[in-house]
Structures are given as structure tokens and as C-alpha cells.
């Protein structure tokens, strides 16, 4: 058994006795009892990188917070190449560049502000960098295992508010947007590039709901419009404990795709910036997503996916994924 099992083991045998001791942060009822029978961890793999309090803080929340990870430095290269991207400088096979629909209907503004998010970006080497960096892979084995595929890639330039609300991402599941098992094979990590709070619109998380299933989720139904693909889950508790994740330049959350998210509305004037990769194991399978609750993203994937390579044949859901995720660690085994 490794060093860092056995105090794993010795921390639960301890927790049996005193559970209030390890939670680091209120959650709600559900989820984690400290019976006699230590629960096996499920979310979380013995690597022996996290420490028993963040594996067990993980299991128990579906989120761990990790401060300083990525360097000024990186997150300043980032910053320009999507300034260079947003002046057309560089151009970037497979990029979907993503306007704010309040911004985009309004009149003339220059094209760095109308852009609200990068997507794919796997083809561009130096943002592509950040799903590659071995700090971050290091906690991604953690959730994942060693072999690891980046599925999806963000740049998130979240608008200030031009007053309709727009800005605001709806709760969600990320897992929705994934037709791959198993989830907790798969992980988010989410790093701010400037410091986020309240005031510009910082993650906002529904602890341990990670727990639960994958739930229906459809366009909200918001005044001011909503953002393209920026579905909502329809019914959850809206009673449940809320935590707004306030963090500083180059602090990462990783999470887990189940885990009910979103985030606020940007009350500042300036462009709140995130960058993130989702990985899985590339031990992952792919599921027909026919019959449940996906189908609705399904059908809105294909379309744009016929649009953008103008194909004439139908592509699957499956190989949108599958030519767009990306090897970082070990081997291509199944994904
Ligand atoms: O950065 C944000 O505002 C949240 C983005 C998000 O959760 C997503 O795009 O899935
Ligand atoms: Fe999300």
C-alpha cells in the first residue's frame, strides 16, 4: 500500500469517529455518511498527488479548488494569443469563435468585445499548451487515471452586462454535452485569468450534486435572450446550498461533469476571463445517446457540425468527439 493510502486509510478509520472533522466547507444533507463501513471512494483514484482531506473533500463535493497553479506568465500568453485571434491575426482550423447575443444584436462594436467564447481551439499550439501542462495533467490523473484525452477546450470572455442579463451562464451539467462514460472517468479544469468574484461573474457550484444523475436541460427561458448551446438544467433544488467560487489569477477548480454549475452576471465593465479543458480517460467508451435526455443536444451539435464542414453526409455525435479530442498522456485506448 502506498504512503499515501495508508494515511488515507488511517484518516477514515479516524473520520468514522469524528465526521465534522475533515469538512472543510458547508455541503448540503446528501451525499458522504461516515458510517462504520468506510465508503469506498469512487470519484477520486490513489495517486499521490492529492491528500486524503482533498480526495475526501472531492468525494464529498465534486469540486477541488487548487490555488496558484498556473504561472503569470502562462496565463499572460494565453491572454495575448486570444487577442491575436480576436484581431484575425492567426487563424485556427476547427476555432468556433462565439459572440454574446446582446452584443452581437447591438450596434457596431469592435471584435474583440463582441467575442464571448473561444471553443476548440486543440489546433492552436500555444493555447492549447494550457491542456498540457504537467501541473494541471498531474491533478487530471487524479480523477481520470493515466491515459488522458483533452475532449474540450475553452476560452470563456464572459461580456460586461449590457443590462438584458445575458451574461449570465445558466446552471448546468457539463455531462450533457458529452455522449462518453464513464462520468467520473471525466474532469473539468477551469483557471481563472484575472481574479473572479461576485461582482464579474465567478463560478458558481451546487456542492455534491455530483452525486446525482444527469437531468433534462433545454434554453432557459431568459428575457434578453440566450447564448447559443448555453442550455439550462431544467428542475434542481433552488433551496440547495450555492458556493460562488472567488478566485485569483491562475487558481484552478477541477470538477466533475456532474456537478451542477454556472455562473453570474459580469456587473463590471471589464471581459472576466477563464480558460478550460474537460478531459477524460481515454479508457472512456462512447454511448448512443438516442432514448434519453441528450437528444436535444445531440440534434443541435449535428446541425452545427454539418454547417461548419459544410458535409453532405450526416456526422455522428460520436465523431464530433472523437476528431476533436487530443491525446496529452499515455495511450489512445478506446475514445
Ligand atoms: O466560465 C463560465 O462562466 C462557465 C462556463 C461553463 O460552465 C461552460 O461553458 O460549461
Ligand atoms: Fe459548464
Same mark, same amino acid.
Given at each position: 500500500?502506498?504512503?499515501?493510502?495508508?494515511?488515507?486509510?488511517?484518516?477514515?478509520?479516524?473520520?468514522?469517529?469524528?465526521?465534522?472533522?475533515?469538512?472543510?466547507?458547508?455541503?448540503?444533507?446528501?451525499?458522504?455518511?461516515?458510517?462504520?463501513?468506510?465508503?469506498?471512494?469512487?470519484?477520486?483514484?490513489?495517486?499521490?498527488?492529492?491528500?486524503?482531506?482533498?480526495?475526501?473533500?472531492?468525494?464529498?463535493?465534486?469540486?477541488?479548488?487548487?490555488?496558484? @497553479? =498556473?504561472?503569470?506568465? /502562462?496565463?499572460?500568453?494565453? %491572454?495575448? +494569443? $486570444?487577442?491575436?485571434?480576436?484581431?484575425?491575426?492567426? !487563424?485556427?482550423?476547427? @476555432? =468556433?469563435?462565439?459572440? /454574446?447575443?446582446?452584443?452581437? %444584436?447591438? +450596434? $457596431?462594436?469592435?471584435?474583440?468585445?463582441?467575442?464571448? !467564447?473561444?471553443?476548440?481551439?486543440?489546433?492552436?499550439?500555444?493555447?492549447?499548451?494550457?491542456?498540457?501542462?504537467?501541473?494541471?495533467?498531474?491533478?487530471?490523473?487524479?480523477?481520470?487515471?493515466?491515459?488522458?484525452?483533452?475532449?474540450?477546450?475553452?476560452?470563456?470572455?464572459?461580456?460586461?452586462?449590457?443590462?438584458?442579463?445575458?451574461?449570465?451562464?445558466?446552471?448546468?451539467?457539463?455531462?450533457?454535452?458529452?455522449?462518453?462514460?464513464?462520468?467520473?472517468?471525466?474532469?473539468?479544469?477551469?483557471?481563472?485569468?484575472?481574479?473572479?468574484?461576485?461582482?464579474?461573474?465567478?463560478?458558481?457550484?451546487?456542492?455534491?450534486?455530483?452525486?446525482?444523475?444527469?437531468?433534462?436541460?433545454?434554453?432557459?427561458?431568459?428575457?434578453?435572450?440566450?447564448?447559443?448551446?448555453?442550455?439550462?438544467?431544467?428542475?434542481?433544488?433552488?433551496?440547495?446550498?450555492?458556493?460562488?467560487?472567488?478566485?485569483?489569477?491562475?487558481?484552478?477548480?477541477?470538477?466533475?461533469?456532474?456537478?451542477?454549475?454556472?455562473?453570474?452576471?459580469?456587473?463590471?465593465?471589464?471581459?472576466?476571463?477563464?480558460?478550460?479543458?474537460?478531459?477524460?480517460?481515454?479508457?472512456?467508451?462512447?454511448?448512443?445517446?438516442?432514448?434519453?435526455?441528450?437528444?436535444?443536444?445531440?440534434?443541435?451539435?449535428?446541425?452545427?457540425?454539418?454547417?461548419?464542414?459544410?458535409?453532405?453526409?450526416?456526422?455522428?455525435?460520436?465523431?464530433?468527439?472523437?476528431?476533436?479530442?487530443?491525446?496529452?498522456?499515455?495511450?489512445?485506448?478506446?475514445?
Amino acid at each position: 500500500m502506498s504512503r499515501a493510502a495508508e494515511r488515507l486509510k488511517l484518516l477514515i478509520n479516524h473520520l468514522d469517529r469524528s465526521p465534522a472533522a475533515i469538512r472543510a466547507a458547508p455541503t448540503s444533507a446528501q451525499t458522504f455518511t461516515y458510517s462504520s463501513q468506510p465508503q469506498r471512494l469512487r470519484y477520486t483514484l490513489d495517486t499521490d498527488l492529492l491528500t486524503p482531506e482533498q480526495r475526501l473533500f472531492y468525494e464529498e463535493n465534486g469540486f477541488i479548488l487548487i490555488k496558484n @497553479l =498556473v504561472s503569470e506568465e /502562462d496565463i499572460d500568453r494565453f %491572454r495575448k +494569443e $486570444f487577442e491575436r485571434i480576436c484581431r484575425r491575426e492567426v !487563424k485556427v482550423p476547427g @476555432l =468556433v469563435v462565439m459572440r /454574446d447575443v446582446a452584443i452581437a %444584436r447591438s +450596434e $457596431f462594436v469592435s471584435d474583440q468585445k463582441a467575442v464571448s !467564447k473561444l471553443q476548440d481551439f486543440q489546433e492552436d499550439p500555444e493555447l492549447f499548451r494550457y491542456c498540457t501542462l504537467p501541473q494541471i495533467l498531474k491533478y487530471v490523473e487524479c480523477f481520470t487515471g493515466p491515459n488522458i484525452m483533452a475532449m474540450h477546450t475553452m476560452l470563456i470572455n464572459k461580456p460586461p452586462d449590457a443590462g438584458k442579463k445575458t451574461s449570465r451562464h445558466p446552471m448546468h451539467q457539463d455531462l450533457h454535452y458529452f455522449p462518453f462514460r464513464p462520468a467520473d472517468r471525466i474532469v473539468c479544469s477551469w483557471t481563472a485569468m484575472e481574479k473572479v468574484n461576485r461582482q464579474n461573474g465567478c463560478l458558481v457550484v451546487l456542492p455534491g450534486t455530483h452525486t446525482g444523475t444527469l437531468q433534462e436541460h433545454d434554453y432557459p427561458e431568459w428575457e434578453g435572450g440566450v447564448n447559443k448551446m448555453y442550455h439550462g438544467v431544467r428542475g434542481y433544488d433552488p433551496q440547495h446550498l450555492r458556493v460562488h467560487l472567488e478566485m485569483e489569477k491562475g487558481d484552478t477548480v477541477f470538477f466533475h461533469p456532474l456537478l451542477i454549475h454556472g455562473s453570474g452576471m459580469n456587473q463590471t465593465q471589464g471581459f472576466r476571463k477563464a480558460i478550460s479543458c474537460h478531459y477524460a480517460s481515454a479508457d472512456c467508451y462512447y454511448i448512443d445517446v438516442k432514448g434519453t435526455t441528450q437528444e436535444n443536444i445531440e440534434k443541435e451539435v449535428k446541425e452545427i457540425a454539418a454547417r461548419k464542414y459544410a458535409l453532405n453526409e450526416e456526422i455522428s455525435f460520436k465523431d464530433t468527439w472523437a476528431f476533436r479530442g487530443r491525446l496529452v498522456q499515455g495511450e489512445r485506448v478506446s475514445l
